[in-house]
């Protein structure tokens, strides 16, 4: 859980970092896109870079979803009488939603990746292809429904990574202490904060035509 | 002060029990909770009905003996054992539920009474040091560096009430592993066997039915003692260290 999900904080810290090209130009939005492709050539085949992350994403997403199922069949395991009345009285928002808000994540990555990768739909009707990366995105996101999507997505995202990035920590064992454990509390929020303004500065940027 | 309790009744083991509703009239605020309900277990026995059974026994907050689910938190609303709660914290008029620790590994026993004994299983798993009984060493022939008698001394302030598994959504007692863990690692005489330990607890712990962690918290905030959430992080520690190590 904790392995996968550190993993995953370092890909959507990478990923957004790509998506601010989009705020440079289209050039260097689409020559990003490429170069993602190309990395490594002629050492590795097109796309071979790209392939060798998708598959250890793919792996680390089996891993994690895995070990989640597993604690929530655990816990439902361990207690088969509930109580009448439990007050929840120290989870926060974001640690009492990892589970579900976890499920909505999982269900905005498929319309994701259906959306800009597998089939590359054109929900704005514009006739943007995959040919164009940035025209696709950009057309996508005048589109205000689907921005409004992303927006809850990346809220969603938000409280997931603030606590998985702290819990991830306590699970290594890295806060033994009052210090590190508080600190540990600020990285994930920190880190949560970073990613989710960085991915939903370009989306809002079009949306209110800053970039066209 | 007048109360309406929620209780809830259960004849045995194996009994389907149910939430029986009593109240009770003149209660003083400077009563302990427990010290309530045996003035209704009082009223119960002269009524020729059957007594409240529910677990207590130093009654100053220091055995982890008494332990009941108190509107929904564990030892109720103070940072406290609910020997140690007193029925100034409630108000007049108020409805309280009272249920046992909710645990499948803490079966219970008879109305409030849970069976805590896998606790006790645990710990005989690891929870100890292997020293040679007699005369006591000189206290100053094992030197222990401040911080870490410190730290020591807060995990061993554990008392083993299971209040942490009763709060946990998931019915985790890694409050509980990690407080030993703590108390006895962070000690030179914890040392041989330190990292045998943290595995055979933790074994012991899955193979009892207790739940996974997810960091929620519940269990500090519940517990009596204010044992932190950096003890888990230790438990986590050793354990990586542990397996590292081939264990």
């Known amino acids: 859980m904790a392995g996968t999900g550190l993993l995953f904080a370092l890909f959507v810290l990478a990923h957004m970092y790509g998506n601010l090209k989009l705020l440079v130009s289209e050039?260097?939005?689409?020559?990003?896109?490429?170069?993602?492709?190309?990395f490594g050539v002629p050492m590795l085949p097109?796309?071979?870079l790209l392939w060798i992350l998708r598959a250890v994403l793919i792996v680390a997403l089996i891993v994690h979803v895995y070990a989640a199922v597993t604690l929530w069949a655990r816990a439902s395991g361990a207690r088969s009488v509930r109580y009448a009345v439990k007050k929840a009285v120290a989870q926060s928002a974001s640690s009492k939603t990892m589970r579900w808000g976890g499920v909505f994540i999982l269900v905005f990555l498929v319309w994701h990746l259906?959306?800009?990768t597998i089939v590359k739909i054109d929900v704005s009707g514009k006739g943007a292809t995959g040919n164009n990366p940035y025209r696709l995105v950009v057309d996508s996101f005048q589109t205000p429904w689907l921005t409004l999507i992303y927006v809850l997505a990346m809220l969603a995202l938000y409280m997931h990574l603030a606590h998985g990035v702290f819990s991830a920590q306590q699970t290594l064992g890295w806060t033994s202490s009052a210090r590190t454990y508080r600190q540990a509390q600020i990285i994930g929020h920190v880190v949560a904060g970073i990613v989710v303004l960085g991915f939903l500065i370009p989306p809002l940027a079009i949306l209110v035509g800053l970039v066209k | 002060m007048n109360l309406t309790l929620k209780i809830w009744r259960q004849a045995g083991p194996d009994a389907k029990g149910e939430l029986v509703t009593y109240q009770v009239q003149d209660i003083s605020p400077d009563m302990s909770f427990l010290e309530m309900l045996d003035v209704l277990n009082e009223r119960l026995n002269d009524e020729?009905?059957?007594p409240i059974a529910f677990d207590s026994d130093c009654r100053e907050g220091i055995c982890g003996m008494c332990g009941l689910m108190i509107s929904g938190e564990a030892h109720g609303p103070e940072k406290a054992t609910t020997c140690q709660l007193h029925m100034r914290t409630f108000t007049?008029?108020?409805?309280?539920?009272?249920?046992?620790?909710?645990?499948?590994p803490f079966p219970?026993?008879?109305d409030l009474v849970v069976d805590r004994g896998a606790f006790d299983r645990i710990i005989q798993a690891g929870g100890f040091i292997s020293v040679n009984t007699g005369a006591a060493p000189e206290a100053h022939s094992s030197l222990v560096p401040m911080e870490h008698a410190m730290r020591a001394f807060q995990a061993a302030e554990c008392i083993g009430c299971g209040a942490c598994v009763a709060a946990c959504p998931n019915a985790s007692a890694m409050l509980f592993l990690g407080a030993k863990v703590t108390h006895l690692g962070e000690l030179p005489q914890g040392q041989p066997e330190r990292w045998g330990r943290v595995v055979a607890m933790l074994n012991q712990h899955d193979l009892e039915g207790f739940g996974g962690c997810q960091n929620l918290g519940e269990c500090s905030y519940a517990c009596p003692k204010?044992?932190?959430?950096d003890v888990i992080s230790t438990l986590n520690h050793d354990l990586r260290k542990a397996m590292a190590k081939g264990r």
């Open chain 1, 27 to 38: 050039q260097a939005y689409n020559t990003y896109a490429e170069h993602l492709r190309t």
């Open chain 2, 48 to 50: 020729g009905r059957e």
């Open chain 2, 226 to 229: 204010g044992i932190p959430q």
């Open chain 1, 46 to 48: 097109n796309s071979g």
């Open chain 2, 92 to 104: 007049d008029g108020d409805v309280i539920t009272v249920e046992p620790w909710r645990a499948d």
């Open chain 2, 108 to 110: 219970v026993v008879r």
């Open chain 1, 114 to 116: 259906l959306e800009f």
